[in-house]
């Protein structure tokens, strides 16, 4: 019958939101640790030259016992770096940008934990670092190697204090290094070469981003891990595990980035936009240790003598903040680049949702509230949708009684029966679909905002009131111990929190408004839903159920309101 279908589709819809999200691409374990003593040191070097057009392979390490972070940066001569959203180190041997600290983010909600850590030197359990430099085809040309130690003009990089970096061959090539910092996570690398001997030499300028370990992530169907870059206006993005069996990755651009972007955190690397750039992802093993890199080759330029060449690199390491990497697009010309923030499919929602709520976070100042506040203007823009989908349920309710009388008239008849209720629905103005169309707009809204809560880091740790100290995790409360009054943890699929409970409570009521399904099997079904909804969307990040019980709230609210009016008991 055309109201039981209607039923049967929203519960289809409804299980397909969540079912999709939980169950078919569920959260993969974290692969087992290496034991540190097994682990070598990550591989370090360049690119090859241009007689070969590609940018150069780190080498492998001898195999080695890996060091803490804080023992690695105390060995060599360093560069000190600070600035307002970063702190670290360079090493003056290699030129390596390797140490580096956000100041501003944490690893927990409590600012008293450990701040992130992005980039470890090569010495470590898990290095990850950016060198830049010059190859040539000429072995006999001596470049600066991974073991260059380089001279620095000053003892700390800053945004107000640019540091010059300089090392000769010896034969007659000066290499300087400018580098300079912002406020915030881009660094600008100029490089030269100035030839002081008797011939011309070739060179082509790289850069590269290696990560010698396989970091644990999400592994989750909507967020994309790994390298990635823009190429040619592109996007290409490759898993830890793509690349691991593709071994390799490259195709010539003129401008775009590459990197190796985490959840919340990026390294990134721009390419030039007047010249064309070889780039390559590579995956190699050193000591059954496996190794990523993102790296570039740029054209090869020809010095003569008494003259000299430079190039300007841009390389931004930090947290993916939505405006910030929006005004590096423009700012830097890097095409683009805010689709290093995985929005999705529903890229054409996803970001004015997320400029929505962060408006309304300038308003309110709390995320929390300005997730309540979005959804009041969601439901004011849907109203007219909403209220005429509200007056065909309130109808279909009122029609109840005599859809029953049919359904009992006709029981052995349906296509008489089928026949007679159409005909009582024409003579009414009801529309049984009419209640499915605000479920259907609701699907590419909820996966929008599960999608705004889950990648952008702005939700990270983001407060709203009372326990909820982080509105993308769960809410922390659970049922099975009384949240909290019982001194043990339940298992995670009993962590049934204070919010998923209020959703469900909400979602219960709106039941109740709706028209009740006459088969006494469907009814059943339907009342098990809220009771199975608050279970499965207890470890949905908790922005995203305070939304859907508010949500929830105000589309009750309206309907009973409707229901009224049109004289329907409630």
């Known amino acids: 019958m055309p109201d039981q279908k209607n039923i049967i589709i929203a519960i289809a819809i409804s299980l397909a939101i969540v079912l999709g999200f939980e169950f ?30 590609s940018a150069p392979t780190v080498p492998g390490s001898p195999a080695q016992t890996a060091l803490n972070r804080s023992e690695a940066v105390a060995q060599g001569q360093r560069l000190k770096i600070e600035t307002p959203q970063l702190a670290g180190s360079l090493s003056l041997v290699g030129s390596r940008l390797d140490d580096l600290t956000l100041v501003n983010y944490h690893e927990t909600p409590d600012t008293a934990s450990p701040r992130i850590a992005l980039l470890s030197p090569k010495t470590t359990a898990e290095p990850y670092y950016a060198e830049f430099g010059w190859v040539s085809g000429d072995t006999a040309v001596k470049v600066p190697g991974p073991d260059a130690v380089w001279q620095a003009d000053a003892d700390v990089l800053t945004p107000q204090s640019p540091v010059m970096l300089l090392w000769s061959n010896g034969e007659g090539l000066v290499f300087k290094r400018t580098l300079k910092v912002d406020e915030n996570f881009m660094f600008t690398i100029t490089d030269s070469v100035e030839n002081t001997g008797g011939k011309a030499v070739t060179l082509n300028p790289y850069g590269l981003i290696a990560r010698g370990y ?10 994309h891990e790994g390298p990635l870059g823009v190429f040619d206006s ?30 919340y955190w990026l390294t990134a690397i721009d390419l030039d936009n007047d010249t064309s750039s070889k780039a390559r992802f590579l995956y190699t093993t050193s000591d ?31 947290a993916k903040q939505v405006k910030l990497l929006d005004h590096y697009a423009e700012a830097y010309q890097i095409d683009r680049f805010d689709l290093a923030i995985d929005f999705g499919w529903f890229y054409f929602l996803t970001k004015p949702f997320f400029y929505g709520l962060q408006f309304l976070h300038g308003l309110f100042g709390n995320f929390g509230l300005a997730i309540l506040g979005f959804t009041v203007v969601l439901r004011l823009l849907m109203y007219p949708l909403a209220d005429k989908s509200f007056k065909s349920m309130s109808k279909m309710k009122k029609l109840q009684p005599q859809l029953k009388s049919l359904q009992e008239k006709y029981a052995d008849d349906r296509a008489r029966l089928n026949q007679e209720m159409m ?15 605000p479920m259907l707009i609701q699907i590419p809204i909820f996966f929008s905002l599960y999608k705004v809560l889950f990648v952008s ?6 407060p709203f009131f009372g326990w909820i100290h982080d509105l993308s995790s769960p809410d922390p409360t659970t049922l099975f111990n009384l949240f909290g009054l019982l001194p043990f943890t339940p298992p995670s699929f009993l962590h049934i929190g204070v919010w998923p409970l209020i959703m469900g409570l909400t979602m219960w009521i709106q ?16 009342g098990f839903l809220p009771l199975i909804f608050t279970f499965m969307l207890a470890n949905f990040p908790a922005g995203l159920v305070i939304y859907w019980a508010w949500n929830n709230a105000l589309s009750s609210a309206q309907q009973w309101i409707i229901m009224r009016k049109a004289g329907v008991s409630a």
């Open 24 to 53: 078919l691409w569920p959260a993969k374990p974290a692969p087992a640790p290496v034991p540190v003593a097994q682990q070598a040191a990550a591989p370090t070097g360049a690119p090859q030259p241009a007689s070969t057009a």
């Open 214 to 223: 396989t970091p644990h992530t999400q592994d989750f169907y909507i967020l």
């Open 234 to 263: 592109t996007l290409k993005e490759l898993k830890y595990k793509t690349l691991k069996e593709e071994k390799a990755f490259s195709t010539d651009s003129k401008g775009g980035w590459l990197g190796i972007t985490d959840k």
């Open 288 to 318: 059954q240790k496996d190794r990523y890199q993102a790296d570039f080759l740029g054209e090869a330029r020809t010095i003569e003598p008494g003259q000299s060449v430079a190039v300007k690199t841009d390389f931004f390491a930090g």
């Open 423 to 437: 005909a009582l629905y024409k003579k009414e103005g009801a529309n049984p679909v009419a209640g499915c169309l």
């Open 457 to 462: 880091i702005e939700m990270r740790h983001a």
């Open 511 to 526: 039941q109740k408004l709706n028209p009740a399904p006459a088969d006494p099997m469907q009814a059943k079904i339907m």
